[in-house]
């Protein structure tokens, strides 16, 4: 590990412990979507006033409504129809997600570049993490879409500090390396701060620890097996592990030896997941 690396970590561990760390705050719109998602009486017609003031987020809930893994026999064309549908938890947790990729944009070309890459890559992982929490688990696929949206929040303070800091914006390899050790720990401090259900606020820790093993298959797993899922046939680093010895596999009731992507319905499934959060 390089010095820079390695001061780097030591600062914004510092400023963590120290509670110092500016953390980003959710866009004003999730925060209204979430606050009336408490109200336990909120109806859709409310709910879509809120979502409403917010034209691309209402796009997008349309589009995903109609999407070919959610389609009904007719195709929606407004938020309330849309709402509806989908149901009102729904509805919340993917606006949540949805409305997050605001947060992933940064006023320098590098920083910019890296934010694209790490949402795109979380819409990935998040749309196979829905396709494997409906057809493995009787978890919600709602929560699993968020939880593998926000699994890399972390990297976004990080980024930021990088944007102030031009020797660590012109060393990738140490930017890589300090995103990959400490981008976990900042993950579940946002998502407390943000006051995320436990079982989604504490996938950012754990899901790159691949001898975890908890007492039932949870969000967790999910996004594990749908990170591995997502690097079959590259040459990164993960494919190199024994994946039969990771319990995630098991608890989802998957052969690790299987390519979902080479099964035509997953496949498909998959990619109109994806499709569907771009």
């Not at 940064?106 to 992982?125: G, L, P, Q």
């Not at 976990?184 to 436990?198: A, C, N, Q, V």
Request: one cysteine or more; a negative charge; hydrophobic letters at 45%.
């Amino acid at each position: 590990m390089s010095k820079l690396a390695e001061k780097v970590q030591e600062e914004l561990i510092r400023a963590i412990d120290n509670d110092e760390l500016v953390l980003p705050t959710l866009p004003e719109v999730a925060l209204k979507v979430r606050e009336a998602a408490e109200d336990p009486n909120i109806g859709t017609a409310a709910l879509a006033r809120v979502i409403g003031n917010d034209a691309a987020l209402t796009a997008r809930i349309v589009k995903v409504v109609n999407s070919p893994l959610l389609r009904s026999h007719k195709e929606i064309t407004d938020l309330q129809m849309a709402i509806s549908r989908l149901g009102i938890n729904y509805t919340c947790n993917l606006a949540t997600g949805l409305a997050m990729e605001q947060m992933f944009q940064a006023t320098s070309d590098v920083v910019d570049r890296k934010m694209r890459e790490v949402w795109n890559k979380s819409t990935e992982i998040a749309g196979i993490s829905h396709v494997l929490c409906r057809h493995f688990t009787r978890l919600m696929p709602d929560q699993a879409t968020l939880a593998g949206l926000v699994h890399q929040i972390g990297v976004l303070p990080i980024l930021t500090y990088a944007e102030e800091h031009n020797e660590l914006l012109a060393d990738s390899i140490s930017l890589n390396h300090v995103i990959e050790k400490i981008h976990p720990i900042i993950g579940d401090k946002i998502l407390r701060t943000w006051e995320f259900p436990e079982p989604i606020a504490l996938v950012p820790s754990q899901y790159l620890d691949f001898t975890r093993d908890s007492a039932k298959v949870d969000y967790v797993d999910i996004v594990q097996v749908a990170t591995l899922q997502s690097y079959l046939g590259s040459e990164h680093p993960f494919t190199q592990l024994d994946w039969s010895q990771i319990p995630a596999f098991s608890k989802l009731g998957l052969d690790p030896q299987v390519d979902m992507q080479a099964d035509e319905d997953m496949s498909d499934a998959m990619q109109a997941a994806m499709s569907m959060l771009k």
